[in-house]
């Protein structure tokens, strides 16, 4: 896999950064405006890819691995505005009888969300929704054929040579519920709004579904 950011694999630098945010949490008694999350997890991630309008049946989703660090401070009793970075896996898998091919792109995000949230049980639930700006820090592509497999990085940039733009603008909608101990559970979808094709020939759009377990400080 191809390694960014402190020469650490992304699925490292995920969990190192998630645990880190565990170890060094305040145990802060005094309430606050303020509030710090942290969460990890699995994204579901799908391509809309056309050539000259035709788009292609054959792209699958692809699992891979999200992260992110948030914080968020509260404009009232019930709603919250909450940014920060995320790191996640985006991409499709491109199946044929004899072969496949999994392409994935590496990316930087930064959200603004609104989160609306009530008391439910023991703890909240939360709505959230808002925009992403998303920076693609690297992309690989992994051909699998019988036995043989073959990893070839792919260039990021506006070129018409590139696999895909820089830059892409998403929008976000979350549901979560945080438990009164601070644990975390959420669900969040991200619809790519740009076209990141390179050329006038081709189009392609992101979107991915991501499950997290994390924890917050109030």
């Given amino acids: 896999?191809?390694?960014?950011?402190?020469?650490?694999?992304?699925?490292?630098?995920?969990?190192?950064?998630?645990?880190?945010?565990?170890?060094?949490?305040?145990?802060?008694n005094a309430q606050s405006p303020w509030s710090l999350q942290a969460d990890a997890g699995m994204s579901i991630a799908s391509l809309q890819w056309s050539v000259l309008g035709m788009e292609n049946d054959d792209l699958h989703r692809l699992n891979g691995l999200q992260g992110r660090l948030l914080a968020g401070y509260a404009l009232t009793d019930n709603l919250g505005l909450h940014t920060g970075l995320g790191l996640?896996?985006?991409?499709?898998?491109?199946?044929?009888?004899?072969?496949?091919?999994?392409?994935?792109?590496?990316?930087?995000e930064i959200p603004l969300l609104?989160?609306?949230?009530?008391?439910?049980?023991?703890?909240?639930?939360?709505?959230?929704?808002?925009?992403?700006?998303?920076?693609?820090?690297?992309?690989?592509s992994h051909t699998h054929e019988?036995?043989?497999?073959?990893?070839?990085?792919?260039?990021?940039?506006?070129?018409?040579?590139?696999?895909?733009?820089?830059f892409n603008l998403g929008l976000q909608t979350e549901l979560s519920y945080t438990h009164s101990s601070g644990w975390l559970l959420n669900l969040r979808y991200n619809?790519?709004?740009?076209?990141?094709?390179?050329?006038?020939?081709?189009?392609?759009?992101?979107?991915?579904?991501?499950?997290?377990?994390?924890?917050?400080?109030?």
């Fill in 191 to 218: 619809a790519g709004l740009m076209d990141l094709g390179t050329s006038d020939l081709v189009e392609m759009q992101t979107s991915y579904v991501a499950v997290g377990l994390g924890y917050r400080v109030f």
């Fill in 88 to 108: 996640v896996q985006l991409g499709a898998s491109l199946k044929h009888e004899d072969h496949h091919d999994d392409f994935r792109i590496n990316a930087l």
């Fill in 114 to 140: 609104f989160r609306y949230s009530l008391p439910v049980g023991p703890g909240s639930l939360g709505l959230s929704a808002g925009p992403a700006l998303a920076y693609h820090l690297s992309a690989t």
């Fill in 1 to 28: 896999m191809k390694k960014f950011g402190y020469n650490l694999p992304m699925h490292r630098t995920i969990w190192v950064l998630f645990f880190a945010f565990l170890l060094a949490r305040p145990s802060a």
């Fill in 146 to 166: 019988g036995e043989t497999e073959l990893e070839e990085d792919l260039s990021i940039g506006n070129d018409v040579n590139d696999f895909a733009r820089p």
